[in-house]
């Protein structure tokens, strides 16, 4: 999915989900020759089993309407048949019932309304901050929340069936713009004048040469959903950007 623009939200669903087969998580075609129907919720292709079982068959389950249908493993080649796997009963085509689970994920996505994270840095991004050269620089996320860090959970449902998400940030890459980027694990400490010059203890950096710096954190969140007997993950990224003034001491006492 592609990245928002800066410091918006995420989650859209695309306009089309393909047909995917999430155990290789591999694209397949939605129909194949044969009458077969690729079911997201199955994870498989189906057909109408012809001819149908006979009523004392087991698979009708004891049910008096609906029909009996094959269900098929995907091959790899789409001049192949499916495998066929099982026979199972449906009340109606399997491939019209069944929500695609994908879809769901990426509304339960929406649904979360993710944040690029608001940049906590010393020196400060502002008209006339300018931070020493020598002394530390700390990054962190300012005020951090359940939609610009994690974790946040959202479910999406359709004809019955749910599926739920849980997205957290795995980590924020700090582009310092002087050529480092800086990987931190966690949203960072926020800065205390307590510290004075100690280095930040999981998210800092240390200029080595007076100008002005853009920044920017890039947030990048996993997003762990299941349903439908299915499961799989969603990646994100979300960017802030910023700048910063670094100087050296005699300059500024002139």
Request: hydrophobic share 35%; charged share 20%; net charge negative.
């Given at each position: ?41 199955w994870n ?5 089993a012809?001819?149908q079982?006979?009523?004392?068959d087991p698979v ?12 098929g ?7 192949l048949?499916?495998s066929l796997?099982?026979q ?13 689970p994908?879809v ?5 996505v ?8 608001s ?29 610009t ?21 795995e ?10 980027s800086v ?5 960072g400490t ?18 080595t ?6 920044i ?20 994100m ?7 910063i003034?670094?100087?050296?001491a005699q300059?500024?006492?002139?």
């Amino acid at each position: 999915m592609d990245p928002p623009e800066e410091g918006g939200g995420g989650g859209v669903p695309p306009g089309e989900i393909a047909c995917t087969e999430t155990i290789k998580d591999q694209e397949v075609p939605c129909e194949l020759p044969g009458g077969w129907h690729w079911v997201q919720g199955w994870n498989a292709y189906a057909r109408l089993a012809d001819p149908q079982p006979p009523r004392s068959d087991p698979v009708w389950e004891g049910n008096a309407e609906g029909a009996i249908y094959d269900r098929g493993i995907w091959l790899g080649d789409p001049s192949l048949d499916p495998s066929l796997e099982d026979q199972v009963w449906s009340a109606g085509p399997p491939w019209e019932d069944l929500p695609n689970p994908l879809v769901l994920a990426y509304q339960a996505v929406a649904a979360m309304n993710l944040k690029a994270v608001s940049i906590g840095i010393v020196p400060e991004d502002g008209p006339g901050r300018i931070g020493l050269l020598g002394l530390p620089t700390w990054m962190w996320a300012e005020t951090p929340s359940a939609d610009t860090v994690g974790p946040i959970t959202r479910s999406a449902s359709a004809g019955g069936y749910t599926v739920t998400a849980t997205g957290r940030v795995e980590q924020i890459v700090w582009d310092m713009g002087d050529g480092t980027s800086v990987v931190c694990a966690t949203p960072g400490t926020p800065y205390e004048d307590r510290f004075g010059a100690m280095d930040s203890p999981d998210c800092g950096h240390r200029y080595t040469e007076q100008g002005h710096y853009p920044i920017s954190a890039t947030s990048y969140w996993v997003i762990s959903w299941a349903g439908l007997d299915q499961s799989g993950t969603i990646e994100m990224e979300l960017i802030q950007d910023g700048q910063i003034v670094m100087g050296e001491a005699q300059v500024l006492s002139q």
